[in-house]
């Protein structure tokens, strides 16, 4: 009986041995194909809500954590001031209207002065050439000569006047070929006043939920003041934490498994984007612009973590299962490797188990993200 006991023991001992090795083989087989990390939080973008004119916020469409759709009234600035300068803008645009056609009207009178003036010029040259040949007959007088010599000067200065005036005419009226620059500029002041008064209707540029909700009505919103944010639904994404170690064989356009913590029964799908390219460096002061990962135990030195972009699928219940900015996650890639179980651990895995070792590692080439996806 007890060299029965001793036989089970043995064998069980060496049992338990060979299967925390083949254990410990697979468990490296998988994560070495599959890596995986924890540390991933759910991302969306934020878009910043500020009106584009300063005044009092006369009304308020939406409440904090409502969802809203593009084109969706946010809240309303006191809209009469901006009203009133319309208004004065449309009336000077029909003062100019006006001042164009008067203007054309002595455009039209300084032609007409200058017909007569060149019609007055030659009479008068052609008088002189008349009267001149009779000063040797005596038939006129010397004075009478140099009266009419005067009024042809006088006439051709009358013409270069006339041609002046219709000149300083033209430049009054402001016409530049096809467009009228004083008609244009007291436009474009309408134009700029109607662009004020749609503004003081604030909506919603993308689909996504009201957060960070501080505004009240009465309060005066400052131009480019942000009052709140939106979260934008249209693109979620994971950005998953993954060590140095393990980037070698993450490509763009894998396949990712995601569990977050809010659901963790339940599988997402998403696709690699791309990898990070660089860290925060203390040393070079480039915070604000490049990401920062801090390592988890300072007194050990550890491989550095990078961020890897991850484009979620959309929920498989939006309702039920809604993303959240800043989710907890676990992002496992499917790295799609060719990879074969070595000759020299064949004999010690069961012919079932390398089938199943090598079909695990065996996954089509992979393929870039659509260009649709961001």
Known sequence: MDRTRRVIGRVFGVSMVVSAVVLSFVTWWELDIRPRTDDAYMRANIVGIAANVSGYVTELAVVDNQRVKVGDLLFKVDVRPYQAALDLAVANLGYVDLEIKALEDVIREREADIVAAEAKA????????????????????????????????????????????????????????????????????????????????????????????????????????????????SN??????????????????????????????????????????????????SNGVLPTVSPTLDWVRLAQRFPVRIVMDPSPDPDGKPYRMGQTATAIVQTRLNRKVPDILKPLLPDAMERWLDTLGTRPEPTPPSPGRP
């Open 122 to 233: 030659k009479y008068d040259v052609q008088y002189l050439a008349r009267v001149e040949p009779l000063l040797k007959r005596q038939f006129v007088t010397p004075d009478q000569i140099d009266a009419a010599k005067r009024n042809v000067k006088a006439s051709e200065a009358m013409v270069s006047q006339a041609v002046a005036a219709l000149a300083q005419a033209k430049a009054n009226l402001g016409q530049l070929g096809d467009i009228n620059v004083r008609r244009a500029k007291a436009q474009a002041a309408v134009v700029e006043a109607q662009l004020n008064v749609g503004y003081c209707e604030v909506r919603s540029p993308v689909d996504g939920y009201v957060t960070n909700f501080n505004i009240s009505v009465g309060q005066f919103a400052q131009v480019g003041q942000q009052q709140f944010a939106l979260v934008d639904t």
């Open 236 to 285: 979620w994404y994971l950005l998953a934490n993954y060590q140095e170690t393990d980037l070698r064989d993450i490509r763009p356009g894998q396949a990712v498994e995601i569990y977050l913590m809010a659901y963790p029964l339940t599988r997402f799908r998403g696709v690699v984007q791309g990898v990070g390219w660089a860290l925060y460096d203390q040393n070079q002061g």
